[in-house]
């Protein structure tokens, strides 16, 4: 249109605003997802599963409507019969998949911390009251793929186990995403869902480093006068007589050979307490890295390192610092601080 036949806005009048559907479908979902109660066990009911007919289903509506307009316009009594039997056969599919789903009970058991790139594995149990198997339910993270969903049967009066798995996007605390439950059973003509909310977190921890270099050397201990010289992490002087439940890893295997060749199964163990005059700290700074994230997922690898090789172990952070230890409790207090810094 020529500039001369255009309509200037009143001044102060506000542009009209254009809302596209994709815009107002994301916030009806969102508004539809903020009325979930969020909860680790959902019974399902009649006020929180949803039901419509599938492409199928509306394929059957149509034939069903073709053959009825047929039958009335040539008077055919058995098509009357095929259309009403069709129709019945219907009603009692809608009737048998609303059923599937109505009473059962959804448990989620607590998640167990994942690392970021590796697949979190979500465990749900489903509880069946009822006399009668429940067939074909399957359970996915909403928004899912066809490949990522899990299926099951229920037996009656019985339980099942299903392993719903996803990829979190971001290390650090986070809510487990919505899943949804549903059925087709069994025509495949309607399709019965639900959506729920758990109120359980997952943990993420980093990603480890690919190829991470050597664990640093360590420091002088406090009180040992810092007279010892550094030594490489696993580098020990002394041994001692093996004792009952000493890591594998510690035995020296080159003097075992010997004594089993000399006809004896004496044991020896490297001594840590005594050899180790130096403590490991994983520190930021040593890992020689700018990028935090890169630092975190190298710190990440360094303690798993150390928790194999069976070493105790500190870890330093901005504002935070964990105490030399070793164990899976350490570890796992190590790799938390590391996924919520």
């Known amino acids: 249109m020529p500039a001369a036949f255009e309509q200037a806005a009143p001044p102060g009048a506000a542009a009209p605003r254009q809302m596209p559907w994709r815009a107002v479908a994301a916030r009806w979902q969102r508004w539809w997802l903020a009325r979930l109660r969020r909860t680790d066990t959902l019974t399902l009911t009649q006020g929180n599963i949803y039901i419509l007919p599938t492409g199928a289903g509306w394929m059957l509506a149509l034939t069903l409507l073709v053959l009825l307009v047929a039958s009335i316009n ?52 489903l509880h069946n009251p009822q006399r009668a198997t429940r067939h074909g339910i399957a359970l996915a993270v909403r928004g899912g793929q066809a490949a990522e969903w899990a299926w099951t049967d229920v037996p009656a009066e019985g339980s099942a186990t299903v392993r719903v798995a996803f990829l979190p996007a971001r290390r650090g605390l986070q809510d487990v995403p919505v899943l949804m439950a549903e059925t087709r059973y069994p025509l495949g003509t309607f399709r019965v869902w639900t959506l729920w909310q758990p109120a359980a ?26 007279q010892a010289p550094a030594r490489g992490i696993g580098e020990f002087d002394g041994v001692r007589a093996y004792r009952r439940g000493d890591p594998l890893k510690l035995v020296v295997w080159k003097k075992a050979a010997k004594s089993l060749a000399t006809g004896t199964d ?53 504002g935070q610092q964990i105490a030399p230890d070793s164990g899976a409790a350490h570890r796992h207090r190590c790799l938390e601080a590391l996924a919520l810094c």
């Not at 040593?286 to 798993?304: F, I, K, M, N, Y």
Request: aromatic letters at 6%; a negative charge; glycine letters at 12%.
């Open 74 to 125: 040539f008077q055919l009594n058995l098509g009357y019969l095929l259309t009403f039997l069709l129709a019945g056969s219907v009603v009692v599919g809608v009737h048998l998949c609303h059923a599937t789903l109505r009473g059962l009970t959804l448990h989620l058991v607590p998640p167990q911390p994942q690392f970021l790139g590796a697949g979190a594995l979500l465990q749900v149990q």
């Open 201 to 226: 977190q997952l943990l993420v921890y980093p990603r480890p480093e690919v190829g991470a270099p050597a664990l640093p050397a360590g420091e002088p201990r406090s009180g040992s006068g810092g």
């Open 266 to 318: 004496d044991l020896v163990s490297r001594d840590t307490q005594q050899a180790q005059h130096h403590e490991l700290w994983l520190d930021g700074a040593a890992t020689g890295l700018q990028d935090p994230e890169a630092r975190v997922s190298r710190l990440t690898a360094w303690v798993l390192q150390a928790d194999r090789l069976g070493v105790e172990y500190g870890l330093r952070l901005p």
